[in-house]
Every structure is written in structure tokens, then in C-alpha cells.
């Protein structure tokens, strides 16, 4: 007896790779490694079979900042242009609304550059800063 065919499927991080969520497979591996992907809320591990209106939240950014919840529309084997990589998912409503809320955060945030009331310091200043941390070790 045959078995029942299944729904094709494709590697987790190589659908990450073609949707364009990230640059390289290579990335796309490293995030999931790290617990920044799951599917249908579940953690997920790279070698995972994707299939067709599967559940996909993930985390980008440097330290996981941008996150979002997408379902899976299609599946494909090649990495194409950006408008044809987003036919192969949907994001929810929910996580357009909170991605453009966290956008409006930070537009809302202190700049860290304003912080910086003299700027660089100059060659004169830094050899002050040397010459003060010399005479100003602790003796232990």
C-alpha cells in the first residue's frame, strides 16, 4: 500500500532565505539557532518542513528588536525579487498594527548622538585623559 502524499513542504530557514526575511541562508539559520523564529508557536528548528498556511513569527534586527507574525502563501525553491518574494506570505493585521506602533516608539525616542555635548575628543584631550588614568591607578 502506498502511503498518503503529503502537502509539499521546504526547509524552514531556506523559505526565510527566499521570502527575503534574510539576507543569507547563513543569517536565517543564525536567528533560528538563536530562538528567534517559531512556527504555529511552536520553536523551530532549521531542517523544519514548511508547508502552505503554516504560521511563521519571527524576530529581526541586531537584538531581535522587529518582530512580526506572518503566514506562509507559497512556497519557493529560488530567492527572486522582492515583489514576488512577498506574494509567499501574508502578515497578520495584528503584527502590521504593532510593528508600526513600535515604529512610532521610537521616532519618539531620545537621539544618542544628542547625548554627546562636546563631541570627539581632541588629540590634546586625549592625551590628558592617558596622562590622568597613568597617575590615577589604585595601589593594591
Known sequence: ????????????????WAARFYKTRALAVEAIDKG?????GQAAKRSRTLRVSDR????????GEIASEVQVLGLSEHRGPAPAARQ?????????????????????????????????????????????????????
Open 1 to 16: 500500500m502506498k502511503a498518503p502524499a503529503e502537502a509539499p513542504g521546504m526547509r524552514l530557514d531556506k523559505w526565510l
Open 36 to 40: 528567534r523564529v517559531q512556527v504555529n
Open 88 to 140: 509567499l506570505y501574508a502578515e497578520t493585521p495584528a503584527s502590521v498594527a504593532a510593528r508600526e506602533a513600535a515604529a512610532q516608539a521610537r521616532a519618539y525616542q531620545a537621539e544618542p548622538a544628542h547625548a554627546i555635548e562636546q563631541g570627539r575628543p581632541t588629540k590634546r584631550d586625549r592625551r590628558d585623559l592617558v596622562a590622568w588614568q597613568r597617575w590615577s591607578a589604585s595601589s593594591d
Open 56 to 63: 511563521v513569527a519571527l524576530r529581526q534586527g541586531e537584538r
